[in-house]
């Protein structure tokens, strides 16, 4: 039972350069999210998803887009990197509805190591 | 006024020592409330939910103030180990279980 895995953990781009970023949960959770962690900001909202083939946008979702074709995947897009993208990735999952064990159990977001992307 | 507001610190304590962390939050709405604990370039891992009621566990104690709305944190007895960023996470209302989380508070436990 891996959890939540990300790849790839570090990468480099020049500017408008694209690429993307597969996060991967075998823990059968209905939501998955993407975050962005920058210096001095709380982890910020980019994309989420309640359900295969389901997304949505979250605080930050410009110049992102993702796509959650299984269950088990959810993958976050740069068409055009800039260097304004220059952050860690998270990719986060949770289990939807109401479970034995109250809101610990139900609400819990389990995250990804995360994946530190520079954008020169 | 941000939704989720912490001191991002540092603390620096003692071994040994007993150190809060508040967090206030903006909607009188908000359901549920939890610290996570963030190590250096690690991922944000639950420490604990915090209830109504208050929860403990361990040497951490947590408290909700939903009057004055503010979550805390106690740590008792700091351990070196227990350096780390926490972070102060607090439910969207309104469905599919978006949460804000505030920027965290930095603890440094010396010897």
């Known amino acids: 039972n891996a959890g939540v895995t990300q790849t790839p953990k570090f990468r480099v781009l020049k500017t408008g350069q694209s690429m993307t970023l597969l996060c991967a949960q075998d823990m059968n959770h209905e939501y998955m999210y993407w975050y962005r962690q920058d210096p001095g900001m709380g982890l910020r909202l980019i994309h989420y998803?309640?359900?295969?083939?389901?997304?949505a946008k979250g605080e930050v979702p410009d110049g992102y887009n993702v796509s959650r074709l299984k269950k088990q995947n959810f993958l976050l897009g740069l068409e055009s990197a800039a260097p304004s993208q220059t952050s860690v990735y998270f990719c986060?999952?949770?289990?939807?509805?109401?479970?034995?064990?109250?809101?610990?159990?139900?609400?819990?977001?389990?995250f990804g190591p995360g994946t530190r992307l520079t954008v020169l | 006024r941000k939704e989720v507001e912490q001191d991002p610190g540092p603390f620096n304590v003692p071994e040994g020592a007993t150190v809060a962390f508040n967090c206030t939050y903006s909607?009188?709405?908000?359901?549920?409330f939890f610290w996570y604990r963030q190590d250096c370039r690690k991922e944000p891992k639950l420490l604990m939910s915090v209830y109504s009621s208050g929860n403990e566990d361990g040497r951490f104690t947590a408290q909700l103030n939903r009057a004055s709305q503010y979550i805390s944190l106690l740590i008792r007895d700091s351990k070196l180990s227990d350096s780390a960023t926490y972070l102060c996470?607090?439910?969207?209302?309104?469905?599919?279980?978006?949460?804000?989380f505030g920027i965290g508070t930095k603890l440094q436990v010396i010897p």
């Open positions: 986060a999952s949770r289990p939807s509805g109401i479970l034995a064990g109250g809101p610990e159990t139900t609400d819990t977001q389990y």
């Open positions: 998803s309640v359900g295969e083939g389901t997304t």
């Open positions: 909607n009188s709405a908000s359901q549920s």
């Open positions: 996470v607090v439910n969207k209302p309104g469905g599919y279980q978006k949460v804000t």
